[in-house]
């Protein structure tokens, strides 16, 4: 059984189609990659394959289960094995840095121990490189900057499933590459990545599953989990 799968899915904002029947799985442990034209729908369908939107026709199962239909509790242990980092970072403006930390783990892990929660929000800080004060609000910070909270926020629950908006963008090619390194780490140890990206430095550090997506459909694809395919497959 697949890890994902999305049938026949499709997205609609207003009575603009943005997502158009697209069907795709991707396996646990693996990488996959959602590129093609600004646009084309591939943000769209990494935010329909996490739940955090709900399609408009079709269906979109994590472990064989509809995630629209899961309960509150299938939901809030999905949510808790998975993080998502937005492209435009999504930070709480009206929260402290450490706010915006602390809240992941309050609510997945609600009985931890202050010390220990504060412990694990100054070590996912120093792991992105960031040393400015956490009483900031986002406001205070850069582009760059903000990227790295909303990594560290994706990091500090430690998940197995990590889907990333165009991680690398707006970032100095130092902070790109720390940032590369820790998801290296993180696939290393069998978890599963799903991003979108345009950085070619980025992609071609993995070995992706790749989808191509254009006005909002599959248009070419490789799937290494499948025959180890070097070309394009036409759709």
Known sequence: ?????????????????????????????????????????????????????????????????????????????????????????????????????????????????PEQLDERIKDVAKLVDFSKPLSLRPAALSTGEQKRIAFARALICEPEILFLDEPTESLDEKTAALFIKIIQDFCSAGNTLVYVSHDNAFINTFNNDKYYFSKGTIVDKILLHENFQEDYDEI
């Open 1 to 113: 059984m697949a890890l994902f799968e999305m049938k026949n899915t499709s997205f609609y904002d207003g009575q603009v189609s943005v997502v158009n029947d697209v069907s795709l799985s991707i396996e646990k442990g693996s990488i996959t990659a959602f590129l093609g034209e600004p646009g084309g729908g591939k943000s769209s369908v990494l935010k329909l394959i996490s739940g955090i939107i709900v399609p408009t026709r079709g269906k979109v199962f994590y472990e064989g289960k509809i995630i629209s239909n899961m309960s509150s509790k299938e939901n809030l242990a999905f949510r808790k094995k998975m993080a998502f980092m937005f492209q435009n970072s999504a930070l709480w403006a009206n929260q402290s840095l450490y706010q915006n930390l602390e809240l992941p783990l309050k609510l997945h892990f609600p009985k931890m121990p």
